[in-house]
């Protein structure tokens, strides 16, 4: 029997569709989606700029629902609540038998690689299953895919209370890497972003203070927080040759920045200035398997806010409509799960 899925046709054009539904191959499981979230990286897929989302394709690497169907020696059950890691990986080289599975030369996500969530039914490796804990409703579970990445974020950082943190983008990894850090005892997260809405929600969520770069002088007010000496980390969450170069001026010497943002490819920035003043850098991407696990956690613990309309629920058939607002006019609307 067909089934609907959200088909990606071209630039800017999302079709549902009557498709055969995913069947169960050895080793795999076919999950019934409750939710599948619109990710930020998406989205320049679909306006057909990514050289690795070409259509027909189903995208989506956010999601939760019950499994539907098992494949053979499968040990997983029919009807469990579940999500899964959508990052799969060869599973037998260096980075892999590391735990390190995002640095995989071979990791294949879902939705870009394969057919992703955005859709009645999505197929995964056992592997990357997750079972939910019942405090666990499908809406949080689905958020525990970009949640992990802001884990791999902060626990890069290893920061102590008292510290400060400037987070500069309040997309949803922005917003959530505000919340794991709070999670994890920064006292101090100060929060950039041009978007007025957004920025008022990074205050209910626990900013120390807002600032948006086109009336606050940044550089100022951080200096005036740390007695002139800057944050001791920064994380850009955006990928704009500004962002990164604000993100470097605001660190102090041999502060650390975070480069998770991939806005562009190519930006320059002032590296003498980054030598004279030892400042780390490094790049962030995706999470380990543990990380993806230990956000399931942390979202049960209720450590990220869902309230403040910041997350709409919408039909899948609206996805189109949604991809487009959240590049054209995304507002106070940082995260949309999609229900099929
Ligand atoms: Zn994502
Ligand atoms: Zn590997």
Redesign the pocket.
Known sequence: MPVKALIYEGPRTMTLREVDPPYPVPGEVVVEVAYSGICGSELSGFMGQSSVRKPPLIFGHEFSGRIADTGSGTMLVKGSRVTANPLI?????T??RAGE?QL???RRLLGVARAGSNAAYVAVPEDRVVLLPSALSFEQATLAEPIAYAVHVIEMLTLESGEVLVVIGMGPIGLFVLQVALHYGTTHVYAVDTNPERLAIAQVLGAEATFNPLHDNVALVIADATDGLGAHAVVDAVGSAVTRQTAVSLVRRRGTVIFSGLHMAETSLVVNDMVRNEIITRGAFAYRDDQFCRSVDIIAQGAVGLENHWIVQAPLADGGHWYEQLITNPGRIAKVLLAP
């Open positions: 990986s060869c599973g037998h080289c980075f892999c599975e995989c030369a071979d």
